[in-house]
């Protein structure tokens, strides 16, 4: 008895070791094994999808004959209509890229927001340009008549060639309705646009580099109340005129007489 149970314990033993020597060997990775596995191959690069274009005309007002040309542009296509208006207004604020065409709002105007109601009309929130100073109002856009009116006219254009049915706008100015954009028209009503002005043809293609564009030529700005200064007297029997000053003539020099030593 005592014999048959030593030869179980020293079998128990060694089944013990040989499941020991066995995990152990399932544990430690194998140098010939790992050498044959591939290496891990690059992640591929996906590109970005390149997003549609939509060809639009945006219009600005020419120097050489008064009318609104179109220039073709490359706007993000959008089933929303919404999204296309806003694009084409923030358009016509930033100007024109032909130099042969006029940019319609001075450098730092911006468009807010665009709505558009039932019945034709649209609504463009505009915020004019910041006068530079921290809690200042906006700097006063100095134009004249016709300059005030071919900036609406650029936008309203815009709009109505490129939205559809969209045939009268109201301007706001800073989210508030204004009296007027810039001294001169009347933004109490919808404005209507001019298609009257608006060149035949194709739309002009714009450079391939961008060129700086020409401004519009603001009217002159008459001069304020001035100082007299003092003018000559007329000439008169107590009052005669004094001649002009003669400038010094130069006299001769005189050569030193020489002084003969004994």
């Not at 020419?62 to 490359?74: I, K, L, Q």
């Not at 309705?177 to 608006?198: C, F, Q, S, W, Y």
């Amino acid at each position: 008895m005592p014999r048959r149970f030593a030869l179980a314990l020293l079998t128990l033993l060694l089944l013990l070791l040989a499941a020991l020597l066995v995990g152990r060997r399932l544990r430690a990775p194998e140098p010939a094994r790992l050498r044959a596995l591939p290496p891990p191959l690059p992640t591929a690069v996906v590109p970005p999808t390149p997003i549609p274009a939509r060809r639009v005309a945006v219009y600005f007002e020419s120097p050489e004959d008064g009318v609104f040309h179109g220039e073709a542009r490359d706007l993000p296509d959008s089933s929303d209509e919404i999204a296309l208006l806003r694009s084409v207004a923030s358009a016509v604020l930033d100007g024109p890229r032909r130099p042969d065409l006029l940019r319609p709002f001075p450098p730092g105007w911006s468009l807010r927001g665009a709505y558009r109601l039932r019945n034709g009309l649209v609504v463009l929130d505009l915020a004019p340009a910041a006068s530079g100073k921290e809690g200042a109002s906006p700097a006063r856009w100095e134009a004249g008549t016709h300059e005030e009116e071919s900036a609406a006219q650029s936008l309203l254009i815009s709009v109505s060639k490129n939205i559809a049915q969209a045939n009268r706008v109201v301007l706001l100015l800073g989210g508030e309705p204004a009296e007027t954009l810039g001294g001169h028209i009347d933004l109490g009503h919808p404005i209507v646009p001019d298609l009257k002005r608006v060149a035949e043809g194709a739309p002009l293609e714009p450079p391939a580099t961008p060129t700086p564009v020409a401004s519009p030529t603001r009217p002159p700005v008459p001069p304020g109340p001035s100082t007299p200064s003092a003018s000559p007297a007329p000439a008169g029997p107590g009052n005669a005129p004094s001649p002009p000053a003669r400038a010094p003539v130069p006299l001769p020099s005189k050569p030193m007489p020489r002084s003969d030593t004994a």
